[in-house]
């Protein structure tokens, strides 16, 4: 009964996530549109920089939601309502601390945003009053929002996205209207911090609804702080493995422009663009099964923690070859369509780009998995990442520009992600060997070369039908490689993989 309540709620929430992620990217397709028509592209520029300034800032929150997502998993499973008020009250007392920090390092940031915009239309009274708010909005979650890690613990992340995806949308489209009717950048900014707080408002309410037992004490938590090391403890792990992933993300197109051109960091981030909002659908939907992987190893049997990591990694396989099938095929045509061939990078480099999300899409599962053990220790495992990337990036990037610092990006995931994390799973996790994951691994992969291979071979025969520069053409195409990978990859997998049609089976039940 567990188990069918756990597939109930991830496919809840990713449900709700799926719906919502849809209605906001084509709610931002409109309103950037009358943003910069009305506001201008140097307000939203403006914006976009002072929030990316408060980002920065954020990273002052150390881990410490998920380090209290995961000590949440056991007595959530047990039911024990005095300890979760107890770790609720330690998580308050922490995040005000960070709340007190962040508005600490916010001010002293505020002095030189005269310098950080030197030479702008604006004054610098909307400039203080825009920065100002988002500071106030970004503290709120700080100061009132932490109990929504309750939530997301419990598998109910689906009411934390309803409510604030709703909160702005509504707050979207308000703002449209006033740009377009008054132009105000103030009006916007007030829009902006008035539907952060009648969020947080709102967002408590439903959270004392769901959890009416829940009497956290934030003024408790400093006394209760010492019952609870480990929060700490895996704080400062995930913190490390948080910067590591933070310094890649943020160096590549340093390593691109370094080794490549200025002109070729644009090109590559165009790709990286559309990758990266489909990526971000993925996250989106097999992200919530995370909490549910949490409460699974919380129950303690072994043997069902292991066989639905089997089912997890093989829906994962089976939609990283469906993602990077289709984006090898179809995304140099929506490359011509939307912006011109000569934006185009070569088909080498798009191989590499795919082959680069399926390992992050495949491998996804033994991320969840070790969170879920709270497996945070190998500290040293991120800096060997980074260390990697970069002497590989430099190497590679001298000698073969872009080509090379997309495979630093590769070896460094393969070999800590893909070599190094499912031995470190499997050894202090499961307790097994590790031999085991790669005999399975390795099924899942010859299936999805003969998937492509039988595709491919089909695909071939259709070019002379489309031409895809045309983008009614390119749709069709699109669709046509869609289908045909799906089907004949779902064919394949559901013959010669069990947990497959079971993990199917469960699904179509519920």
């Known amino acids: 009964m567990e188990r069918e309540s756990r597939v109930k709620k991830s496919l809840l929430n990713a ?22 028509d009305t506001l201008g592209a140097d307000f939203v520029g ?28 056991k007595p959530l499973f047990d039911h024990d309502e005095s300890k979760i008020n107890e770790i609720i009250s ?53 100061f009132a929002n932490y109990k929504q890690t309750l939530l997301g613990a419990d598998q109910k992340n689906y009411v934390v996205t309803a409510y604030f995806q709703t909160a702005t949308i509504i707050k979207t489209l308000i703002q449209m209207a006033s740009a377009y009717y008054t132009g105000s950048y103030y009006l916007w900014v007030v829009i902006e911090l008035v539907f952060g707080i009648i969020y947080s408002i709102i967002l408590n309410w439903k959270i ?31 913190f490390i493995h ?51 992987v949490g409460n699974l190893i919380a129950e303690g049997n072994m043997a069902k923690i292991e066989s639905v990591f089997w089912e997890i990694t093989g829906i994962r396989s089976w939609i990283a070859g469906i993602f990077a099938f289709v984006l090898y095929n179809t995304l140099n045509g929506l490359i ?5 061939e000569h934006y185009l990078l070569s088909d080498s480099i798009l191989l590499l780009l795919t082959l680069k999300i399926y390992i992050q899409i495949a491998t996804g599962s033994i991320g969840q998995f070790v969170s879920g053990f709270g497996l945070f220790a190998d500290v040293w495992s991120s800096f060997l990442q980074v260390i990697l990337f970069v002497i590989i990036a430099i190497v590679g990037g001298y000698w073969w520009g872009l080509h090379g610092i997309i495979i630093a990006a590769i070896a460094s995931i393969f070999f800590v992600v893909g070599i190094w994390k499912p031995y470190y799973l499997y050894t202090y996790g499961f307790k097994q060997s590790v031999w085991r994951y790669w005999y399975v691994w390795s099924q899942y992969v010859i299936l999805t070369v003969v998937s492509v291979f ?30 045909l990978y799906s089907l004949i990859s779902f064919i394949v997998y559901y013959i010669f993989i069990k947990r497959f049609r079971c993990i199917l089976h469960r699904f179509i039940k519920k």
Request: charged share 10%.
């Open 336 to 340: 011509i369509w939307w912006l011109g």
């Open 242 to 292: 948080q910067i590591a992933s933070f310094f890649q993300f943020q160096t590549t197109p340093l390593f691109v422009y370094a080794f490549a051109s200025l002109k070729l960091v644009t090109y590559y981030g165009n790709y990286t663009l559309i990758v990266d909002k489909l990526c971000q659908l993925m996250n989106t939907v097999l992200g919530s099964t995370a909490a549910g």
């Open 46 to 73: 403006l914006t976009g920089t002072l929030q990316n300034l408060l980002g920065f800032l954020n990273l002052a929150e150390l881990g410490i939601g998920s380090a209290i997502g995961y000590v949440l998993y």
């Open 15 to 36: 449900r709700v996530n799926l719906i919502f992620y849809f209605l906001t990217l084509a709610l931002s397709f409109f309103s950037r549109k009358i943003f910069l």
């Open 90 to 142: 330690v998580f308050g007392y922490l995040y005000r601390w960070i709340g007190f920090i962040i508005l600490g390092a916010g001010l002293v940031l505020a002095c030189f945003l005269p310098l950080i915009f030197p030479d702008t239309k604006f004054e610098m009274g909307i400039i203080f009053f825009a920065y100002f708010s988002f500071l106030i909005s970004s503290l709120i979650g700080y």
């Open 454 to 483: 039988l595709s491919y071979s089909i695909l071939s025969q259709m070019d002379v039908f489309f031409n895809t520069k045309n983008i009614v053409h390119w749709m069709m195409y699109s669709t046509c490689v869609l289908v």
């Open 208 to 238: 004392n609804q769901v959890y009416p037992w829940l009497k956290s004490e934030v003024r408790l938590g400093k006394q209760l702080f010492k019952k609870y090391p480990e929060v700490m403890k895996y704080s400062k792990q995930i």
